[in-house]
């Protein structure tokens, strides 16, 4: 039975890269490194989660070479001419305005139920959501879960509810855990 691989995700990096592909019961990395490849694959069904947050580091990537940009633009517009540090001020100006513009990048965290693994599935933050909903409906169909219910984004959906009056029996703080019920 053959398989049909769709690439769903590409990671570039200097040495190498990431590309994720998707087929009907399983999620394959391939990881290049510079010239080898090391395989990885993720069954559908045994996912427990995937994980994909903005990176911290990321407002790094505008600030270092618009400061440098920057110095070299004032160098250039003090002992060259005004022309040249134009250039510079611009490509760096535009520099920093796509790096902006394209917003943080990403890490992501990969659960499943024998380990846990930290491999790049998108550059960009903002590419996530895409790439998840895939995977969402591939390991749906892989367990045989066709309804329509969907994960439940819990950011904010709802306004914090009173809780329920609790009882007014205190325990002191030395009693283990089997005495409380």
């Not at 022309?83 to 965290?109: D, F, N, Y």
Request: hydrophobic share 45%.
């Amino acid at each position: 039975m053959q398989r049909a691989f769709r690439k769903i995700s590409r990671v570039a990096s200097f040495g190498g890269g990431t590309k994720w592909y998707l087929s009907e019961d399983c999620l394959l990395a391939a990881k290049r490194m510079m010239y080898a490849v090391e395989y990885r694959r993720f069954y559908l069904r045994d996912l427990e989660s995937i994980v994909v947050w903005p990176s911290r580091a990321w407002i790094w990537r505008p600030i270092i070479p618009g400061a440098l940009f920057g110095l070299l633009d004032g160098a250039l517009w003090h002992w060259v001419n005004f022309t040249s540090g134009a250039i510079v001020g611009s490509v760096g100006l535009a520099w920093v305005t796509l790096e902006l513009a394209l917003g943080p990048t990403a890490r992501a965290r990969i659960r499943t139920t024998g380990a846990t693994i930290d491999l790049p599935l998108v550059k960009r933050a903002r590419r996530a959501r895409k790439v998840l909903e895939k995977i969402d409906a591939a390991v749906r169909v892989a367990r045989g879960d066709m309804s329509e219910g969907r994960a439940v984004d819990i950011s904010g959906s709802q306004p914090a509810q009173p809780s329920a009056p609790s009882s007014s029996k205190t325990v002191p703080a030395g009693t283990p855990v089997e005495d409380l019920t």
